[in-house]
């Protein structure tokens, strides 16, 4: 894999890896990510996304507004929820290049420290259930200035 990985980095900036086996992953929603972040500005919600998950590696997929959580292959999909969903056996990821750490398309916005440095699913889920109060506040929010 890693010869098949280097030569699809070689011709693209992505490379089609199998999850399940080194890690797994857990797809956010971008609005989730961005609105616990309370940014859309890539480098403002890297560093909020470094912080909070403790510098685990995350690729954001910008065509597609999906985040992607690195977590240990074990991970089981306790995660699910709306806007959240965990990914391993049977599912390959575009990952990119080392050294793809800016937009535009595909790239790493925490990028990984080691292979063993992976995200916590918990401090994933947080990321998520934050993001989801934050929107629910907004929503409630636009909803009381529209009636008064």
Same mark, same amino acid.
């Given at each position: 894999?890693?010869?098949?990985?280097?030569?699809?980095?070689?011709?693209?900036?992505?490379?089609?890896?199998?999850?399940?086996?080194?890690?797994?992953?857990? /797809?956010?929603?971008?609005?989730?990510?961005?609105?616990?972040?309370? $940014? &859309?500005? =890539?480098? !403002?919600? %890297?560093?909020?996304?470094?912080?909070?998950?403790?510098?685990?590696p995350v690729i954001h997929d910008s065509g597609n507004r999906h985040y992607y959580a690195l977590v240990p292959p074990d991970a089981g999909p306790d995660v699910e929820?709306?806007?959240?969903?965990?990914?391993?056996?049977?599912?390959?990821?575009?990952?990119? /290049?080392?050294?793809?750490?800016?937009?535009?398309?595909?790239?790493? $916005? &925490?990028? =990984?420290? !080691?292979? %063993?440095?992976?995200?916590?699913?918990?401090?994933?889920?947080?990321?998520?259930?934050?993001?989801?109060?934050?929107?629910?506040?907004?929503?409630?929010?636009?909803?009381?200035?529209?009636?008064?």
């Amino acid at each position: 894999m890693p010869g098949r990985a280097l030569s699809e980095w070689s011709t693209w900036t992505v490379a089609l890896l199998p999850l399940g086996r080194l890690f797994a992953a857990v /797809r956010i929603e971008e609005r989730l990510v961005h609105a616990a972040a309370g $940014s &859309v500005e =890539p480098e !403002s919600v %890297a560093d909020y996304l470094a912080g909070r998950l403790q510098l685990g590696p995350v690729i954001h997929d910008s065509g597609n507004r999906h985040y992607y959580a690195l977590v240990p292959p074990d991970a089981g999909p306790d995660v699910e929820q709306p806007g959240v969903q965990h990914l391993g056996v049977d599912t390959w990821l575009g990952v990119p /290049r080392p050294d793809r750490t800016q937009p535009p398309g595909t790239y790493w $916005s &925490v990028a =990984p420290r !080691s292979p %063993a440095c992976l995200c916590h699913l918990a401090d994933v889920a947080d990321v998520a259930d934050t993001g989801r109060a934050r929107l629910a506040a907004l929503t409630a929010v636009r909803g009381t200035e529209a009636a008064g």
